[in-house]
């Protein structure tokens, strides 16, 4: 593509207060986009790049690639180069970024004072690189993370280097609890979802519940957790709402002491994963204690 046509399109998505860079379309192929990063700033704008919001997607090819597999994820040069003008960016996306390492995301964590919003899915660094952002962005509030690939060494947790997050989500990360100091540490935390990761969450829940009284939502699926986490999770007065999705060690006892202690639950979703250890009357001692309840579902129906 023609570098002055490709400045325009560019361009023009940056007059939209948004800067989208798609690995896997043409237009914004990596090897082209790299080299002319710091004249489209500068053509445009002449100074810093006031954008709230910059996500950086590669998505996997739809056609058989050579092997080895050719370049098309933004780099740490590139990132960098893009922080450098960036600012006063406040939400950051990354999705399928192989190539951003633990020193890609220190340069956002150091370039990046303002984030708010961080999103990383199926990228390749490890909790280091998490940390290296948590850390550094005091304001940071929501936190999302998906299949973090290199994220299988133990010994390197999540800090709680930041009080003010109030959103976690977690998505399939083999060691998912790098994150509970995190959690823990979060005094504003207030929603939490844990899918897909390995490992016990009673633990990590009964001290969540034990300091987070202000926490309104959770969301546990497919994790391991039994009634000793909904004991915990019974001391958070304000909950709202609950999903409970396919957990088989949870049963009654966990979710009636819920029922009698937070009074201000109105969404309840419970799949037993055909256990059937919380049943019909179970759910109705629910809706009696929770006067608030407006929704409650139960899969599967007995």
Not at 66 to 87: A, Q
Request: a positive charge.
């Amino acid at each position: 593509m023609r570098p002055l046509r490709l400045l325009k399109l560019i361009g023009n998505k940056l007059l939209e207060d948004k800067l989208v860079l798609n690995g896997q379309n043409d237009v914004v192929c990596i090897p082209t986009f790299m080299p002319i990063i710091p004249y489209l700033f500068f053509f445009f704008f002449h100074d810093s790049f006031i954008v709230p919001f910059l996500p950086l997607l590669s998505h996997r090819p739809l056609t058989p690639q050579p092997f080895p597999p050719s370049k098309t994820s933004v780099n740490d040069e590139g990132l960098i180069l893009i922080l450098l003008r960036c600012v006063n960016l406040t939400w950051l996306k990354l999705r399928g970024c192989r190539e951003i390492t633990e020193a890609g995301m220190a340069a956002v964590g150091k370039n990046c004072k303002a984030l708010k919003k961080l999103s990383c899915a199926s990228c390749l660094f490890s909790i280091k690189g998490i940390n290296a952002v948590v850390s550094r962005c005091q304001g940071l509030e929501e936190l999302f993370v998906k299949r973090l690939r290199g994220a299988h060494n133990g010994e390197e947790v999540v800090g709680s280097g930041t009080t003010s997050v109030t959103s976690v989500c977690l998505k399939e990360i083999v060691n998912g609890q790098s994150f509970s100091p995190l959690m823990i540490g979060s005094k504003r935390l207030r929603s939490l979802k844990v899918i897909g990761c390995l490992g016990d969450w009673d633990d990590t829940l009964e001290k969540i519940g034990n300091l987070h009284a202000a926490l309104v939502d959770v969301h546990l699926e497919n994790i391991q957790v039994s009634d000793v986490g909904l004991v915990g999770l019974s001391k958070c007065l304000s909950l709202d709402t609950l999903h409970i999705v396919t957990i088989a060690e949870c049963s009654n006892v966990g979710l009636n002491l819920v029922a009698e202690n937070c009074r201000m639950l109105r969404k309840l979703h419970v799949d037993g994963w055909r256990t059937n250890r919380i049943g019909d009357d179970d759910l109705i001692s629910v809706a009696k204690q929770c006067i608030n309840l407006q929704e409650m579902r139960r899969h599967p129906l007995s």
